[in-house]
């Protein structure tokens, strides 16, 4: 199943692209005018060039690639980041460097990945008090560790 996306491509790069036919997300490259060198714990905001109209009812979850978080120790830092359907700006990747070492992140480079995904928003019902389960307010570790 596939839903039909807007999408204006400013960069020189290619569109996101699926790299595996079971994968969900797709990547995000970098579109840098040069290397953009990061100190440990240092962010930036990194553009990809990139432009979308989502449907109503759809949202673009930005999320780490696991292989520039475990290699490099490049994550971001609002994971997962949120698109919105009525968001007509440029994808831009808020990353950090979580590593001890400078990384240098290369135009081209496959930063992060986009999840389309659909959601309902929510309509409130103020009541007094909420349904009984068996877990009640059980919260951080009460089903052991």
Known sequence: M?????????SPHPLPAYQSVGAAGLDLMAWLPEPRVLQPMERALIPTGLYLALPDGYEAQIRPRSGMAFKKGITLVNAPGTIDADYRGEILLAVINLSTQEVIVQDGDRVAQMVIAKYEQASWQEVAELTETSRAAGAFGHTGF
């Open 2 to 10: 596939s839903v039909s996306i807007s999408i204006i491509n400013k």
